[in-house]
């Protein structure tokens, strides 16, 4: 399901697909979801840009406790 939060440049939105899973690989019970984001933004010049990939996966926990938040 998509999550959309207002933007206050205009109204341009972010967009993320989170997907809730019950079960890991291994079929054990363990609860957990899988968060989406697209690689490409549009910035508030009307440009387009790809998102710094590098930086999400050295923050990948403060993303994970933001998402787990919302």
């Known amino acids: 399901m998509p999550h959309r939060a ?5 109204g341009r ?6 997907f809730r899973r019950y079960e ?9 979801d899988h ?3 697209p690689v490409k933004a ?3 010049d009307d440009t387009w840009g790809s998102v710094h ?3 999400l996966y050295e923050n990948v926990v403060a993303a ?3 998402s787990t938040k919302s």
């Open 24 to 32: 890991a690989r291994s079929g054990m019970p363990l609860p957990h």
């Open 53 to 55: 990939t590098e930086a």
């Open 42 to 44: 549009q910035r508030p």
């Open 6 to 10: 207002p933007d206050a440049r205009g």
């Open 35 to 37: 968060l989406l984001l």
């Open 13 to 18: 939105r972010e967009v993320a697909a989170r």
């Open 64 to 66: 994970s406790t933001l």
